[in-house]
């Protein structure tokens, strides 16, 4: 059994989430999968809403599976969340993340 499997699910997403790398994202759907909740994808987002501010935690590295971010666009989050991922060398376009180009690949950056 893996550390991971022993923590409650809430730990296991945050575990995940802040695994991923600077530049780059992953969505609802791959983290739930890699914490063990595959499916869970609106679990995840619940979580990550749920976190205190000021957080630590990356999330504005988290979007949805067609690269978009999940937050009503124009909000303080929203700006929020385009403007670190800016910051990181992730480029958006007609509101989109190319997942090929700026997707988490497990592995590959973590070592």
Request: aromatic share 8%.
């Amino acid at each position: 059994m893996h550390l991971i499997e022993t923590l409650a699910p809430n730990e296991r997403i945050w575990q995940i989430v802040f695994q991923i790398p600077a530049g780059r994202v992953a969505s609802y759907g791959q983290i739930a999968t890699l914490a063990g909740l595959p499916g869970h994808a609106r679990q995840v987002g619940a979580v990550l809403k749920s976190l205190p501010k000021p957080t630590t935690l990356p999330w504005h590295r988290v979007c949805n599976a067609q690269g978009r971010l999940s937050l009503p666009e124009g909000s303080t989050s929203y700006c929020e969340q385009k403007t670190r991922l800016e910051s990181e060398g992730i480029v958006f376009v007609k509101g989109r993340i190319a997942l090929d180009r700026f997707g988490w690949e497990v592995g590959i950056e973590t070592g």
